[in-house]
């Protein structure tokens, strides 16, 4: 069919009308938030809220119900927004039309009355805007549900939605000849006004590479209000990239205060532009470093731990102090186009960076904001350097030295302990020493140690983006070594012919007294710290023979007694090694039952403190033995034997500890009686009486 000219009439020259003209944005701010709305009460589109319901009627009217419309077709949205009226006349979707839909809602007794009436509320204002917004927005809404509806949508879907017959057929065939499906264009047509007009110009121009292009125009959309807000975008672009040009133009020839107006108006411009933003940054850091910027104009910073605080100067109150309020921007020194913000819309002259990078040089900018808008060049700090320090730092005196231990930050690559002082005697470091020592990240043992006081300094490194290390301010502590007496070495046991003593000797200790103490405590490692302890136990006493030390100890049966060496110089002592004496019980009772030709049972008494105890048992030619155990003695089970069934003795004997020395007490035995022997074979039965008489009369018969 061939398509209708300019001047002629359809019916005369038999061409069909062209295809309406569809819109390529809905054309509303907050559209999508509109959109869910409209959802949650059930509407398709807007169409569908300002059709409101109609008041019942009056039961006592005069004249019965009022005249209403014979047919309802729907609405019609080519050529304006229209709904059908009383009468068959069309009324137009004006003002007046959308308050009536309005009070319509609010008087109704539908559950979706008040949250209707304030979405039409949203529509009103739409129409203030733009007498066409709401046919704009409505054909808009119809055009993607046709679109979704399948992908040659036809009459019948667009009658479905409401649309008049008369209009239903063009618009479809006109979704169908090319409205954008859901997809990234479609959805960058709907946010766009959300974005502009603002200042969020790169934010609206990656919207803008998404937009559906029309076939009429190649470089452009063909809708009217999405071409303004596209025009509106590239000729802020365009003044955004001349004050840009001039910045940088003014920057390379040393004009910073030029440089930092063109960069601000770029900024205020196009806020989220990074180039602008770290073109100013860029400048207003080397506005901070002149060394005649005027006094007040900057901002000083103070590290605490892992925390940068900044403080600046508030405007007076004639440059409207109480409606100012910051944003504050940290980036490494001379990175402008790495900067974070760490926060924003802080109302007194201070802020608190409580997540600054350790190791590297920071800046920075607070950017005051009047209204949400930038009001001035930012105020940048010199560079800070954040290193924490160690914490917990505490010096502890041990035998020939000095422990220290700390708690390093999570970030520190490297710790560093320099040591300072003098020794006492010849031996020593000499005076005014420094000794960098070997240590640990979080500890230092330094030993052997002179006697005397000496200062420790502690360092934290950190890696800086080159790999070297930057280190933190040192933190100092002051221990004093003290002299030390030199351990027992050794010690040396006899046992006694009668059994029941034993005699301990050791030789003195190099350097200071040497004992013996009953240890009640755990067991400690030779030339540990015991100086708390030697006052509160008596020592034993001992008898000096020749060069060395003796003491003789007969513990009780049931006993175990540990004794520790210990070398005491005046308020010092350390430990020396330690011996374990055990004097187990004699078993009392020994009970042994045969309870099978080749199995007995054992029972006994505990020799305390015995951990084990051996079983033995022999019949002269075969024997076994079995280790038992106090746990499994303590259960109350009896000690299975496998033994023969000739008589056995049975030998039970105390185990000392691999570690003690023990007082072993003489074996408990006991008998086992051999097994009886098994009963005669039972004799056969005699035979009856009818067997008798029967082998008789057979004997007879016999020739």
């Known amino acids: 069919m061939a398509v209708l000219r300019p001047g002629e009439h359809p ?22 938030r509109l959109r869910d709305e409209f959802a949650r009460l059930n509407f398709r589109h807007a169409a569908d809220a300002l059709r409101a319901p109609t008041p ?45 839909a309005r009070g319509r809602w609010l008087s109704s007794s539908d559950a979706r009355a008040d949250t209707a009436a304030a979405v039409v509320d949203t529509l009103e204002t739409l129409v203030r805007d733009d007498a066409m917004g709401l046919r704009h927005l409505v ?30 057929g063009l618009l479809a065939s006109a979704v169908a000849a090319g409205f954008p499906a859901t997809g990234p264009a479609r959805h960058a047509a709907e946010t766009l006004n959300d974005v502009w007009p603002g200042v969020r110009l790169r934010e609206a121009e990656r919207l803008v590479t998404r937009l559906p292009r029309a076939c009429e125009y190649s470089d452009g959309p063909a809708d009217h209000r999405l071409t303004a807000l596209v025009d509106g975008v590239r000729a802020r672009a365009a003044e955004v990239g001349r004050l840009a040009a001039d910045g940088a133009e003014a920057e390379a020839t040393g004009a910073l205060r030029t440089a930092a107006r063109a960069w601000l108006g770029a900024l205020r411009l196009a806020r989220d532009d990074p180039r602008a933003q770290a073109g100013l940054l860029r400048v207003a850091a080397l506005l901070a470093d002149d060394p005649f910027a005027p006094a007040g104009s900057g901002v000083t910073a103070a590290t605490d731990d892992r925390a940068v605080r900044l403080s600046w100067c508030a405007p007076e109150r004639g440059d409207r102090r109480g409606d100012v309020s910051y944003r504050v921007l940290r980036f490494p020194d001379g990175a402008a186009d790495l900067a974070v913000e760490t926060a924003a819309g802080e109302r007194g002259p201070h802020s608190v960076d409580a997540d600054a990078p350790v190791g590297r040089p920071l800046r920075y900018a607070v950017v005051p904001l009047l209204r949400d808008r930038i009001a001035g060049v930012p105020r940048v700090t010199a560079p800070v350097l954040l290193t924490p320090v160690v914490t917990e730092l505490r010096a502890t005196v041990v035998p020939g030295g000095v422990r220290l231990r700390w708690r390093p930050d999570p970030a520190a690559a490297e710790v560093r302990v320099t040591r300072s002082g003098a020794g006492s005697d010849a031996g020593g470091w000499g005076a005014s020493s420094l000794v960098r020592l070997d240590c640990e990240h979080d500890r230092v043992l330094d030993v052997p140690l002179a006697p005397g006081t000496y200062t420790y300094e502690v360092r934290c490194g950190y890696r800086d983006p080159d790999g070297d290390l930057v280190w933190s301010r040192g933190v100092t502590v002051t221990a004093r070594a003290e002299q030390w007496p030199s351990p027992v070495e050794e010690l040396t046991v006899r046992r006694h012919a009668d059994g029941g003593r034993v005699t301990i000797a050791w030789r003195p200790p190099a350097l200071g007294d040497g004992l013996l103490l009953p240890w009640t405590a755990g067991p400690v490692e030779p030339g540990t710290d015991v100086s708390d302890l030697v006052g509160l136990v008596d020592r034993l006493p001992a008898t000096a023979v020749g ?40 078993i009392g009772v020994l009970e042994v039952r045969r309870v099978a030709a080749d199995r007995a049972e054992l029972r006994f008494d505990w020799p305390e403190p015995a951990v084990l105890v051996r079983a033995a048992w022999t019949d002269g030619q075969r024997g076994g033995e079995r280790r038992v155990a106090r746990s499994a003695h303590r259960a109350g089970h009896p000690v299975d034997l496998p033994v023969s069934a000739a008589e056995c003795t049975v030998t039970v004997t105390p185990l000392p500890r691999p570690d003690a020395v023990a007082i072993t007490p003489p074996p408990t035995r006991a008998t086992l009686p051999a097994a009886p022997p098994p009963p005669p074979p039972p004799a056969p039965p005699a035979p009856s009486r009818w067997i008798t008489w029967w082998r008789r009369h057979w004997r007879r018969r016999r020739p």
């Open 139 to 168: 054909l808009w809404e119809v055009c993607c549900l046709l679109r979704d509806g399948g992908e040659r949508p036809g009459e019948a879907e667009a009658v479905a939605l409401g649309v008049h017959r008369g209009e239903a």
């Open 547 to 586: 060069a060395e030390s003796r003491v003789e100890l007969a513990p009780a049966p049931e006993q175990r007694v540990r004794v520790t060496a210990v070398s005491v110089l005046g308020e010092r002592a350390v430990s020396g090694p330690s011996l374990v004496i055990e004097h187990p019980a004699a």
């Open 11 to 32: 019916g005369a020259s038999g061409a069909r009308p062209p295809l309406p003209t569809l819109p390529r944005c809905p054309g509303l701010r907050g559209y999508l």
């Open 56 to 100: 019942a009627p009056a039961h006592d009217a005069v004249f019965g119900t009022l005249p209403k419309a014979a047919t309802d077709d729907g609405f019609r949205v080519l050529d304006g927004l229209w709904f059908p009226g009383r009468g068959g006349i069309w009324q137009r979707a004006d003002l007046s039309f959308v308050r009536q």
